[in-house]
């Protein structure tokens, strides 16, 4: 009987110490209290082309973010010949922002690939 209740003595004042709130300096302590600044856009650059004479896969891309400014383009060679290059910028104040150009190559030598490139 005497083990009995001090199990639930111990019980009740684990409750209660649980349901106590924990102070820091400035409120409770919580995991939102982090420094903004642990979430702050991350700056970075990357770019990649590729050149594939076989399947005529032609593209390339670059983008680069400094704050809140991301800027970048990529371009396309189109079935036609003709190039198509897409130059972007994207901010908090004016959304996203594209300019597209078109630019013919002079790729007269350039042809669809057949579907039997595909064969599996």
Known sequence: ???CQILAALS????CTMA?????????RSQSSESAENYAPKAYKF?????????YDVKSQWEAREGDVVKGAYSVLEPDGAMRLVEYTADPETGFNAVVSRSDSGNTGYRKPSNDAFDF
Do not use: C, L, N
């Open 1 to 3: 009987m005497r083990s």
């Open 12 to 15: 009740v004042m684990t409750a």
């Open 20 to 28: 106590i709130p924990i102070f820091v300096e400035g409120g409770p």
């Open 47 to 55: 770019d990649y082309a590729v050149h594939d004479p076989e399947t």
